[in-house]
């Protein structure tokens, strides 16, 4: 157990980690920030920062050897370089990393795990994206292997005859077919070091513009009748890994059964409900795992709860929020409102 008083290191310094660290304060911990930008919201409520390149490994070795364990928000860290933290010191565990920031590798490693990805192929070429195209069909979405996230580094194909014109980098791509679904959900877990996992309930996400925009539950029936399945691949996935902390699967609800599209191993904006709306939040409870203390329950703890992203202006709305009976706002620190940027969120909780 790694008690109170002690030092948790954050890896990433955007809104997730300012959550984590607000948590790991009310529990007693001090928090120190890894990242390479100036402007770090999770610092501003944090007691160190460090302020160096993902590749500098003498300074990742001096940070870790100021925490008593390491954790982090971002998946897109570079894994090499962890290598300067000790394996025991980091949680979740950099294998985590490895399949996660790789759409290739997860799909596979779904697969692997008894789960079923979008029909998928390995892209590298034109012609490997034209042999993607004649076996799996369109439409579908050309991606980024790494680094992609919010609709970025994505790109819809409707048909053939539009490869040409699309401009590419020049390999570690992965075309998917299109999934047609009903809904879009998220199965987010906790694990503890002795190996127990709870689950929150599952709520239905929708995304605009390749954003969330709202999660919401109680989830329809749509649903809420695949929940059993993807919890057991997520577990399945969380015990291969060894995972510790907080971790989650994102799935399509179709006709056939649920689609996994992808996993993050960190806390996640569809569990942000969990604040107001659970027993025990999921930055809270990752504070827990990772530092060996009792999980807390997961229970909801509202009949109605509705997320809502606040992206670019929405911000603006702040006031007007604030006068809504059962609306709890969090506003991230962030100077600049640009477009498809993340500013806060609202969690309104009904009857």
Wanted: with cysteine; glycine share 10%.
């Amino acid at each position: 157990m790694i008690k109170p008083g002690a030092t948790i290191g954050i890896l990433g310094g955007g809104q997730l980690g300012r959550m984590l660290a607000i948590a790991a304060a009310q529990l007693g911990y001090r928090c120190h920030i890894y990242a390479p930008e100036e402007e770090s919201v999770a610092a501003e409520v944090s007691a160190g920062f460090t302020r160096a390149p993902w590749s500098d490994g003498e300074a990742l070795g001096t940070f870790a050897a100021a925490c008593d364990v390491v954790t982090l928000e971002f998946e897109n860290v570079p894994v090499g370089p962890l290598a300067a933290i000790p394996a025991a010191k980091l949680a979740p565990p950099a294998r985590a990393l490895e399949v996660a920031q790789d759409r290739l590798k997860e799909k596979c490693f779904a697969e692997q795990h008894g789960g079923r990805p979008a029909p998928f192929a390995q892209v590298d070429s034109p012609a490997d994206l034209a042999a993607a195209i004649e076996r799996i069909g369109t439409p579908g979405i050309l991606k980024t292997r790494r680094e992609g996230y919010d609709g970025k580094g994505q790109w819809r194909i409707a048909g053939p005859d539009e490869i040409d014109a699309l401009e590419l980098p020049a390999d570690d791509l992965v075309y998917e077919g299109l999934v047609r679904f009903e809904a879009e959900f998220s199965v987010v877990l906790v694990r503890g070091r002795d190996g127990e996992v709870r689950f929150w309930d599952s709520p239905e996400n929708v995304h605009r513009g390749g954003i969330l925009a709202t999660t919401t539950l109680p989830a329809p029936d749509t649903v809420t009748e695949h929940v059993a399945a993807a919890r057991e691949l997520a577990g399945k996935i969380a015990g291969s890994l060894d995972y510790v902390g907080v971790m989650t699967c994102e799935f399509f609800a179709t006709e056939d059964g649920p689609v996994f599209n992808e996993m993050a191993p960190r806390v996640h904006n569809s569990g942000h409900w969990t604040i107001e709306g659970a027993e025990t939040s999921q930055f809270e409870n990752h504070i827990r795992a990772i530092c060996g203390l009792p999980l807390g329950d997961t229970a909801t703890i509202a009949p109605r709860i509705e997320m809502e992203n606040l992206i670019g202006s929405d911000v603006e709305r702040a006031e007007e929020i604030l006068a809504e009976p059962g609306a709890h706002l969090h506003l991230y620190g962030k100077a600049e409102a640009r477009d498809g940027r993340k500013m806060g969120h609202v969690t309104r909780l009904g009857r």
